[in-house]
T-cell receptor, first 115, second 115 residues
Framework: GAVVSQHPSWVICKSGTSVKIECRSL??????MFWYRQFPKQSLMLMAT?????????EQGVEKDKFLINHASLTLSTLTVTSAHPEDSSFYIC???????????FGSGTRLTVV | AQTVTQSQPEMSVQEAETVTLSCTYD???????LFWYKQPPSRQMILVIR????KQQNATENRFSVNFQKAAKSFSLKISDSQLGDTAMYFC????????????WGLGTSLAVNP
């Protein structure tokens, strides 16, 4: 089946530094990647939608300069949290649409802790 | 605006019994897709079942089945012969059939299967 590999699975960084999260589609071409943020015991909050070769579309209230999304190829999308602060600590998940039946596959998530 | 409502924040069921999780949605579209996703403690999102709105027949995947009532805009998930491994958060999600590929998520139902 379609697999999205997300790395790292967890990361701890110091406040003010930047962190990059990668999502790779292993056996299919992901023309569109969705990036979510999830707080404990809450639902998924869509941050942005990225399309290969074009700029990402950010949801209202998401700082595009803080959460940089790059989708340079059909198999790789990255999310960079710039100048991270403790309030950016969260669980980040990527997802790609698969096939014609509008199924979606998800990465395993990245737990970011900013100290 | 399109919304998804899961009215049961938490539920529990005894092993081997049947449980039904409710989901209602609001849309003015006639063609759309509905999903149930499972998020176990590992936090990996797993597709449980999918329903196309134009199909009258309720989707079924092994022990999982849905009761899709289009007129009532209801999409409940029935889990038969519950197993301990079914313990997870369950999210109902919707997307329309147009070019907007975003999933609209419910807040989730935390299901505990007790031995």
């Amino acid at each position: 089946g379609a697999v999205v590999s997300q790395h790292p699975s967890w990361v701890i960084c110091k406040s003010g530094t930047s962190v990059k999260i990668e999502c790779r589609s292993l056996d299919f071409q992901a023309t569109t990647m969705f990036w979510y943020r999830q707080f404990p015991k809450q639902s998924l909050m869509l941050m942005a939608t990225s399309n290969e070769g074009s700029k990402a579309t950010y949801e209202q209230g998401v700082e595009k300069d803080k959460f940089l999304i790059n989708h340079a190829s059909l198999t790789l999308s990255t999310l960079t949290v710039t100048s991270a602060h403790p309030e950016d600590s969260s669980f980040y998940i990527c997802s790609a649409r698969v096939g014609q039946f509008y199924g979606y596959t998800f990465g395993s998530g990245t737990r970011l802790t900013v100290v | 605006a399109q919304t998804v409502t899961q009215s049961q924040p938490e539920m529990s069921v005894q092993e081997a019994e049947t449980v039904t999780l409710s989901c209602t949605y609001d849309t003015s579209e006639s063609n759309y897709y509905l999903f149930w996703y499972k998020q176990p403690p590992s936090r990996q999102m797993i597709l449980v079942i999918r329903q196309e709105a134009y199909k009258q027949q309720n989707a079924t995947e092994n022990r999982f089945s849905v009761n899709f009532q289009k007129a009532a805009k209801s999409f409940s998930l029935k889990i038969s012969d519950s197993q301990l491994g079914d313990t997870a958060m369950y999210f109902c999600a919707f997307r329309n059939a147009g070019n907007n590929r975003k999933l609209i998520w419910g807040l989730g139902t935390s299901l505990a299967v007790n031995p």
